[in-house]
């Protein structure tokens, strides 16, 4: 089965789907028939120029000239023999949810690389060159520690929920067309859905059993292991965890206790 092909430049996609066209841009989500579509021309080296049956045009920008070809070829041979002439009626528009800008993910990250640096450069001025280098040790601490150990209590939250309402099941090893073996499993929930999971991906047996969530079975499974093992590992990530968050808290109030 061929991918799905994708024309896509800044936040406007498009991707081209067995029987419709789905374009998003920013939260608007558009939903185009391809029976609603006439025929698909080039606008340029990267973007495309879609007419719909009732004479109203589109464009589709794309990244470049090489993806904007392919997406054309693609597109033309999807479009079916029988046409709507309703054309642009048949397009459907919709809110999807919030997402965050692209320059606006960038923008945050400089801002708080700013803000490291600026916290470093003056602890150091202030208190010297020793305690500059304290406060950065410290920021690193605090980087690695603080999701850390955020990851281990979600970890362990997920342990608990699974030994209360837990499914186990038979999951088994994933195989490519070549024959080569995958490092994941798969399974399927009790409601027919297949998933697969990574747990378990350095056994080098073909089935392992997996305990899910009925609740939320795609996002909180595990596969089965002794209970001392689980509470073992769980302890001794916390140790080294909280520990190192808490070096990173010290180091970054020390200068100025």
């Known amino acids: ?83 709507d002439p309703a054309g642009s009626s048949l397009i459907t528009t919709e809110t999807g949810g919030l997402t965050i800008p692209v320059w606006a993910v960038w923008g945050g990250v400089l801002a708080f690389l700013a803000a490291c640096t600026g916290y470093v450069w003056w602890t150091g001025s202030a208190h010297g060159g020793n305690m500059g280098l304290a406060a950065f040790g410290a920021l690193l601490g605090l980087l690695i520690g603080g999701p850390s150990t955020a990851a281990l209590v979600i970890s362990a939250r997920d342990r608990v929920a699974l030994a209360r309402r837990g499914i186990t099941v038979v999951a088994t090893r994933v195989y490519y067309p070549n024959g080569k073996r995958a490092s994941h499993y798969r399974f399927t929930d009790a409601s027919g859905n297949e998933l697969t999971t990574t747990y378990g991906s350095g056994r080098t047996t073909d089935e392992i059993h997996v305990v899910y969530d009925p609740e939320g079975p795609s996002h909180r499974h595990a596969a089965v292991e002794p209970v001392y093992s689980t509470v073992t590992k769980h302890l001794i990530g916390a140790v080294f965890a909280a520990g190192i968050l808490v070096l990173g808290v010290w180091g970054a109030a020390a200068p100025y206790l």
């Not at 989500?29 to 007419?51: F, K, M, N, S």
């Open 1 to 83: 089965m061929i991918s799905p092909q994708v024309l896509s430049k800044g936040a406007h996609i498009t991707v081209l789907r067995p029987d419709h066209l789905k374009i998003t841009e920013d939260r608007l989500i558009t939903t185009i028939p391809l029976a609603a579509v006439q025929e698909v021309r080039p606008d340029g080296e990267t973007a495309l120029t879609l007419v719909l049956t009732d004479g109203v045009t589109r464009r589709l920008p794309g990244g470049n000239a090489y993806s904007a070809e392919a997406f054309r070829t693609a597109l033309t041979a999807a479009l079916p023999e029988q046409r």
